[in-house]
């Protein structure tokens, strides 16, 4: 592709951030989550040249299927998936290279097979790969394949050279804090922690990326970013979309731990923590270990800090859908949640007084995910309260999805012979300023984790202070059943109990 074709943000890229020859392994090749978006962000980063030369992709799964279909299944999905549509030129290329291996994920016989299979792509390549395993299985076999590697000798791999073994483990990264101490403990058994790549796929989101440019790159924002500005600061990752036929999986997760315990919190640390002294992986993370380490434990009790629900019977978009109770594979009595709220402190110098609101649900008015900064109020002696003055307070905002961006409401003299105010919004949006071909977030993951860069991934401590504040909420809501259980229809924004736990600061929520 010539280079004033290529997309602007890719400009320069691939002389700073080449990966090193390299074979990518699937586990789970034959799944939802590989067509959709692994096998589309691989294409994708072979059309932007940020493929090595010597690139390999090995799909492996228990359903034996020959290489030939492998490779016809894959460039479906990317005719089906990709941002791009197929070039047979550049999926000419890495489909030559696409292979697949068929066993179970507890056979170790079969993972020495991989690991010979591994083995003849280096003998054909002649010189040492580095190998990038992707967990990408129900989370029931991620432990297995993890053993299984380390007894293959795959997990140690070239370790201790510079093209070492590496794996990515998709989520959710356990259901409570001890079986996320349990996987980082396999985990820890086979691979050393600089080796570990687990999936958030929220931080490869352009503003999610954003928030650290905008945070410490521009002046205008750094002073005011504390409690002596910010008044609260809301976290909203809303869905329109209801359980659909996914119930049963569903109603062993919730709300709480789908979306809060991680998303949420991830944008939480990147919104609060102090700056890092620089931005290397390691210094980012340990400064999100440190801020979710000093938010305090929540207070369970009913109107404390925590407010859940489930969705009723309502209209979206023109169309009439169920509660959740009615849905497929859903218990009569179910006790799981599908909207979460939560209020939370953080005991620190930066924060102390300002509350942090996290809410995520289903059926909700429209899908968005945004955290919303709200400033406090100057000294309203010059524009008092009057039918003249409509003011509202100043909201910095984040847009992660859809329309990637950003968005300020100030107050403006409306043009006219007498002083009369109103709120307005300056916007800047991703798709106007830049184009609407942005990369997607697993292209930035999958190409981060060739080149070994962790600064958009979990690191595992970070994963198990995040469950340690969420996993007595988790009990607290399991023992409880359906007591205190709100609900909401489908298509509002969400349930009278999560009103309440901002009315005791004299907040609303944002409806964005
Ligand atoms: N799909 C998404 O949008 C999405 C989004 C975020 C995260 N994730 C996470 O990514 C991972 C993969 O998701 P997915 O939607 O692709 O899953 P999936 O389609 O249910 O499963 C992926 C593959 O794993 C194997 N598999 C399925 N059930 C299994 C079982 N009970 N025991 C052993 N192997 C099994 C199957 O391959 P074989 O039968 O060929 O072995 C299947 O094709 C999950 O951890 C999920 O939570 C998915």
């Known amino acids: 592709m010539a280079d004033s074709q290529r997309h602007p943000f890719l400009h320069g890229l691939s002389k700073h951030r080449g990966a090193p020859p390299t074979v990518v392994v699937i586990f789970g090749a034959s799944g939802d989550l590989t067509a959709r978006k692994l096998i589309p962000a691989v294409y994708n980063l072979g059309v932007d040249n940020l493929l090595p030369t010597d690139f390999h992709l090995v799909g492996y799964g228990r359903k034996p299927i020959p290489d030939d279909e492998f490779r016809v299944l894959a460039a479906g999905a990317i005719k089906e998936f990709s941002r791009r549509e197929l070039d047979d030129d550049v999926w000419g290329h890495i489909s030559g290279n696409t292979t697949y291996v068929a066993g179970g994920y507890d056979d170790e016989s079969a993972f020495a097979r991989l690991a010979e299979h591994i083995t003849a792509i280096e003998k054909q390549v002649g010189r040492d790969v580095q190998v990038l395993f992707y967990i990408s299985t129900p989370p029931s076999v991620f432990a297995p394949i993890l053993r299984n590697l380390g007894a293959a000798g795959l997990a140690a791999k070239h370790l201790g050279k510079a093209y070492h073994a590496k794996v ?130 929540l207070n369970l009790e009913y109107g404390g800090d925590v407010a859940r629900a489930q969705y009723s019977a309502g209209m979206l978009g023109g169309e009439a859908v169920k509660g959740y109770l009615e849905e497929e594979g859903i218990e009569p009595e179910s006790g799981t949640e599908t ?85 307005v919004k300056m916007n800047f ?47 607290s809501w399991a023992a409880a059943g359906r007591e205190e259980m709100g609900s909401y229809d489908a298509g509002s924004w969400g349930p009278k109990n999560s009103d309440a736990l901002l009315a005791k600061n004299n907040h609303l929520w944002r409806q964005p």
């Not at 928030?211 to 005011?224: C, G």
């Not at 008044?231 to 990752?237: A, G, L, N, R």
């Not at 919303?372 to 003055?389: D, M, Q, V, W, Y």
């Not at 798709?431 to 697993?442: D, H, I, K, W």
Request: net charge negative; hydrophobic share 40%; with cysteine.
């Open 429 to 475: 949006r991703y798709a106007t300023t830049f184009g609407s071909n942005t990369p997607e977030a697993y292209e930035r993951l999958v190409l981060d984790a060739m080149i070994g860069d962790g600064t958009l991934f979990i690191r595992g401590d970070e994963a198990e202070t995040s469950w340690k504040l969420c996993t007595p909420l988790l009990e």
């Open 168 to 297: 990515i483990i998709e989520k959710p990264f356990g259901h409570d804090l001890e079986s996320a101490r349990d996987l980082n403990g396999t985990i820890s058994s086979v691979f050393q922690e600089h080796q570990v790549y687990r999936i958030d796929h929220y931080l490869g989101k352009e503003t999610v990326q954003d928030l650290l440019v905008q945070r410490f790159s521009n002046a205008i924002f750094e002073p005011l970013w504390n409690r002596n500005f910010i008044d609260s600061v809301q976290i909203t990752v809303a869905e329109e979309v209801g359980v659909g036929t996914r119930g049963g999986y569903y109603e062993q997760s919730g709300c709480l731990r789908d979306m809060i315990q991680n998303h949420t919190m991830q944008l939480l640390a990147l919104t609060a923590m102090e700056p890092p002294v620089s931005l290397d992986a390691e210094s980012i993370r340990d400064e999100k270990v440190k801020l979710l380490k000093a938010i305090q434990p």
């Open 339 to 423: 909207y979460a709220a939560l209020r939370l402190s953080i005991n620190n110098w930066r924060w102390q007084g300002v509350p942090f609101y996290l809410r995520s649900g289903k059926r909700m008015s429209h899908r968005v995910s945004e955290i919303a900064i709200n400033f406090k109020h100057p000294p309203g002696t010059l524009f008092a309260e009057s039918e003249r003055f409509n003011l509202a307070g100043n909201t910095l905002a984040f847009q992660i999805q859809p329309d990637e961006g950003l968005s300020l409401i100030l107050n403006a003299k409306v043009p006219g012979l007498e002083t009369r105010t109103q709120p």
